[in-house]
């Protein structure tokens, strides 16, 4: 199973602000996504990044996979209370052994 | 919309007790998931399978078993329940590709 570490575990910030949290294995991804889960739902899937090096925006939010394929971040531009919830990565490619999600970035959006 | 239903959102089962947890897709997926979520443990995969009939330990199985007799519905068993495995169960289908679908995810309370 390949381990993956999310960073940090708790981030607190007032409204407005930018902020960057990382996912980051010792073993390259084949590919990775990105869901964020809001409290008492499950998790829904942001994005999927395949290529090294890639770069995805999804309004307000950069998806970025490093060059090596064994990491990866999400940027977080003038963060609004709605972005409030807990940000997962997943490494989702190859083998059989099913989803192996990082335990996670709670983030919290102050007004 | 892809829609993945968990039969209860909350449940209180009497220790000892046999408890069923039915999860139902409505895409056709090929691959379905068990999870549980704890807090400072994040999501923990059970049991899941990739077809019909067909299932495969995840990395906590003990105490529970699954059920695959239809490819729409998967099921999760536990067959004594027991107080430690109260926590948010999570169901989810889909594909590495296109990513995956979580229910909204049933959480058990064993007394």
């Known amino acids: 199973t390949q381990l993956l570490e999310q960073s940090p575990q708790f981030l607190s910030i007032q409204e407005g602000e930018n902020l960057t949290v990382y996912c980051n294995s010792s073993s390259v991804f084949s590919s990775l996504q990105w869901y964020r889960q809001e409290p008492g739902e499950g998790p829904v899937l942001l994005v999927t990044?395949?290529?090294?090096?890639e770069v995805k925006k999804l309004k307000r939010l950069t998806f970025q996979f490093g060059d090596a394929r064994k990491d990866s971040s999400l940027h977080i531009t003038a963060a609004q209370p709605g972005d409030t919830g807990l940000y997962l990565c997943?490494?989702?490619?190859?083998?059989?052994?099913?989803?192996?999600f990082g335990k996670g970035t709670h983030l919290i959006i102050q007004p | 919309d892809v829609k993945v239903t968990q039969s209860s959102r909350y449940l209180v089962k009497r220790t000892g007790e046999k408890v069923f947890l039915e999860c139902v897709q409505d895409m056709d997926h090929e691959n379905m998931f068990w999870y549980r979520q704890d807090p400072g443990l994040g999501l923990r995969l059970i049991y899941f399978s990739y077809d019909v009939k067909m299932k495969e330990k995840g990395d906590i199985p003990e105490g529970y078993s699954v059920s695959r007799e239809k490819k729409e519905r998967f099921s999760l068993i536990l067959e004594s329940a027991s107080t430690n495995q109260t926590s948010m169960y999570l169901c989810?289908?889909?594909?590495?590709?296109?990513?995956?679908?979580f229910g909204s995810g049933t959480r058990l309370t064993v007394v």
């Open positions: 990044v395949v290529t090294g090096g």
């Open positions: 997943t490494w989702a490619g190859g083998g059989a052994d099913g989803l192996t």
């Open positions: 989810a289908s889909g594909d590495r590709d296109y990513g995956y679908t």
